[in-house]
């Protein structure tokens, strides 16, 4: 007869690899999340960049328990909203996301500073964005099954950049205008598109923005990233547009 301290561990061995199993990813997630856009997805000057905000959505658990989410990060810093519809977009049947998250525009916004007369060419920034937003929206809903989840957050303003402060609460009327003109287009039927408004929940705080933190240390320098705490604030508003 096995002695008893044996069959302990024997019985130990058996139900490891039950318990191992118990752990494992589902074989078919059933929620596939994707981050697309520009550095703030990316989590850029997070610290560290899994501090970003795509990434703690999936870390907490916004959408699922983490072995039923399969999680893709495909945003790239710098990232304008026509590289998100040329070369982000191309790529996303092969993930196959039933829910998105967006982080786009700031590019396409900074690249005024830039200009002799930035205000006489924001009209023409606007209506790129807005053609290459609805273009990217419209097919992220063709490609998505029924119950299929899209959320963008809108864009914040920067005090230390007076540029912002006049653009910003336009830009964020087109995007607000473009996703409501995109969701009653019958391809996005019985999808959800939302916007988060990052805008209001950043509006008047301090310690969100890495400028700000340059600045009180006297470096002057254009950095126009969020801080961890900001980080924490975007994926706020997300969570907030999420039954949990």
Do not use: W
């Not at 989410?69 to 070369?87: E, I, K, R």
């Not at 230390?160 to 087109?174: D, E, G, H, R, S």
């Not at 039927?189 to 006297?218: C, H, Q, S, W």
């Not at 320098?221 to 969570?239: S, Y």
């Amino acid at each position: 007869m096995m002695p008893k301290s044996i069959r302990s561990v024997f019985l130990v061995l058996m139900l490891l690899p039950v318990a191992a199993l118990a752990r494992l990813p589902a074989v078919d997630a059933p929620i596939r999340y994707m981050a697309l856009g520009d550095s703030l997805a990316a989590g850029y000057k997070a610290m560290p960049a899994t501090a970003g905000y795509a990434y703690q959505l999936y870390l907490d658990r916004t959408f699922g328990t983490i072995p039923d989410v399969l999680f893709n990060n495909a945003s790239v810093p710098g990232a304008t909203s026509s590289d998100l519809l040329n070369y982000q977009l191309p790529q996303v049947p092969r993930f196959d996301p039933n829910v998105v998250t967006i982080s786009i525009g700031g590019n396409d916004l900074l690249a005024l500073l830039a200009s002799a007369n930035p205000i006489a060419d924001l009209p023409a920034v606007l209506e790129t964005f807005s053609q290459n937003l609805a273009g990217s929206l419209g097919l992220l809903c063709q490609g998505m099954d029924e119950g299929g989840r899209i959320f963008i957050h809108n864009l914040y303003e920067i005090p230390q950049i007076p540029l912002t402060v006049q653009a910003v609460p336009i830009f964020n009327a087109v995007m607000a205008q473009t996703v409501a003109a995109v969701t009653a287009n019958p391809v996005c039927t019985g999808k959800v598109l939302a916007v988060a408004d990052v805008y209001n929940a950043f509006l008047g705080r301090e310690g969100l923005l890495l400028i700000e933190r340059y600045l009180k240390k006297g470096i002057n320098v254009l950095e126009v990233h969020p801080t961890d705490k900001g980080h924490r604030v975007i994926e706020g508003t997300f969570k907030a547009l999420i039954p949990q």
